[in-house]
């Protein structure tokens, strides 16, 4: 079945008995700016300080920081005695006929605005059951239609919403707040089962190389770099590596390579070998602690990925294999990924390098971060991730020993040992997790689920909206809703009542849902 997140809210309002305190309009537009705003409104006075305000199809939460708004001030000589129903406001021009002002506790009805003579508001005295008074000739006029509130709150977006727009005063939670409680438990769900055997490693298959490292003749020096030297009795790779040198004059050295066009589609990361005999010395601390190295591949020198190797990323007196994530790499230009004919390493410094001193070894593309010595598993898309792995004496199998040396990202599993020399080979093994969800971007958008995940879904953001609110209970000294006033116990009680249910549904989901995940092999 698909559900749209507006339709699970609304199973969510139903069952908190959500509700809203009073309705009204936008009297003029609101534009999308950030922090503190004015609102015109059309009926102030349903307006308090504190209240969480809600624009229709915006998702956006407003609090009311000042309601009515104080506009202007009385610019009277003596105090206004309670019969007086002529008064002179500062500036008589903010004001409109048939809109309502407050003068300390006094509600006043204006009349007639005119700008001619002292006496420049004609308003009735004592409106809407407040008492006429006295009041102090410089007293502060607060005007109804205006309203002072902080956008964004809540971690909401300012938007733009256009005049006579309903405006909710909310009394328990706002559509933006079920909404995001809806997301936040989304990404909690979906958890993953599956299931795979540990095969052979094969090999080079998901490799591509770039050069080998074997004739220095393929790479040309610039600046203040030396000629390439071949060096047969250090290589990591093949059957030689390069001795790179430098004498300083401009700061940095380049050696340049023009391989045959190749295509680097479907590879994920860039390796190559560097060795350092010793780090640059402290002269040269504020110059290369971030960039001793850059390394770029692409089509030419203005179309190019681009990545820095700080000096504290490099051994020294060790070779050190660097892995970059092509898609972490600086673009810059236009790159035809499907011909790749340009390759650069630029060796920063403010001292001379002896040739062999720096050496560099092969350079090669793959599809999973290289590592040495440790069995590597491609995880299937979205994966959020791995929670326990298991290696079973033989498919259908109840025995099985836990495999616990491992770590993972999104991409990828590392194991710590080989498995097949701890366990043997063609174990089959489960891996139980989580997929990563992809939640919504528009709350009219559909999700699949079916009907146990969605009410696991409507009572975990429940709980969600709960534990909010009882929150809201624990920081604030002012009661200033109906569910602060009058229901925190029974808010809690209602917790723990949801929560017995969401662990038994919890619990069916997960020994329910399982699928064949499709992993490969890559050592």
Not at 237 to 260: F, H, K, R, V, W
Not at 347 to 358: P, V
């Amino acid at each position: 079945m698909s559900s749209s997140l507006n339709s699970i809210a609304d199973k969510i309002n139903s069952a908190l008995q959500n509700d809203y305190k009073d309705e009204d309009r936008l009297g003029a537009y609101v534009s999308g700016a950030a922090a503190s705003q004015t609102l015109t409104v059309k009926k102030g006075e349903k307006y308090q300080l504190g209240d969480r305000l809600e624009i229709s199809a915006k998702n956006e939460v407003m609090y009311v920081l000042e309601a009515p708004k104080r506009i202007d001030y009385l610019s009277e000589s003596s105090n206004v005695a309670a019969s007086i129903t002529a008064i002179h406001a500062a500036t008589s021009s903010l004001f409109m006929a048939g809109c309502y002002i407050k003068i300390q506790n006094e509600d006043l009805k204006i009349g007639k605005v005119s700008a001619i003579g002292s006496d420049n508001l004609k308003v009735t005295r004592g409106t809407r059951g407040t008492q006429a008074v006295e009041i102090d000739k410089t007293a502060p006029i607060y005007y109804y239609p205006y309203i002072l509130v902080r956008r964004g709150y809540a971690g909401s977006t300012p938007a733009y919403a256009a005049s006579n727009s309903v405006v909710r005063i909310v009394d328990g939670w706002t559509r933006y707040e079920i909404v995001e409680n809806i997301k936040r438990e989304l990404e909690s769900l979906f958890p993953l089962v599956s299931r795979d055997f540990i095969g052979q490693t094969i090999g080079d298959t998901n490799r591509k190389q770039v050069d080998d490292c074997d004739t220095a003749a393929s790479w040309t020096g610039g600046g203040d770099a030396g000629a390439a030297a071949l060096n047969t009795s250090d290589e990591q790779e093949g059957t030689a590596c390069l001795d790179l040198s430098i004498t300083y004059s401009a700061g940095s050295g380049t050696y340049a390579l023009a391989p045959t066009s190749f295509d680097i589609t479907g590879y994920d990361y860039l390796n190559l070998w560097i060795y350092l005999e010793k780090k640059f010395d402290t002269s040269d601390n504020p110059y290369v602690d971030n960039n001793a190295l850059e390394i770029r591949i692409g089509n030419d020198s203005s179309n190019y990925y681009s990545m820095k190797i700080g000096r504290d990323e490099l051994k020294e007196g060790a070779w050190t294999l660097i892995s970059i994530p092509i898609a972490e790499m600086t673009t810059t230009g236009t790159i035809t990924k499907s011909a790749i004919d340009y390759a650069l390493l630029t060796i920063y410094g403010l001292q001379d390098i002896t040739a062999g001193d720096i050496k560099m070894d092969e350079w090669f593309l793959t599809t999973y971060p290289l590592t040495t010595n440790k069995l590597k598993y491609r995880l299937p898309t979205g994966v959020k991730q791995i929670d326990e792995i298991r290696v079973l004496n033989k498919e259908g199998s109840p025995d099985f020993t836990y495999c616990r040396s491992y770590q993972s990202d999104e991409k990828y599993l590392y194991f710590a040992n080989n498995p097949e020399a701890d366990f043997g080979v063609n174990k089959p093994i489960v891996i139980k997790g989580q997929k990563a969800f992809t939640t919504p971007t528009s709350n009219t958008a559909t999700i699949d689920v079916d009907a146990e995940t969605e009410e696991l879904l409507v009572i975990g953001a429940q709980i969600r909206c709960i534990e909010q609110k009882l929150m809201e209970i624990l920081r604030s000294d002012k009661l200033a809703t109906r569910y602060q006033g009058t229901y925190p116990l029974y808010l809690d009680r209602e917790k723990r009542r949801l929560s017995e249910r969401y662990y038994d549904l919890r619990k069916n989901l997960t020994k329910s849902n399982s699928s064949l995940g499709d992993w490969k092999n890559y050592g």
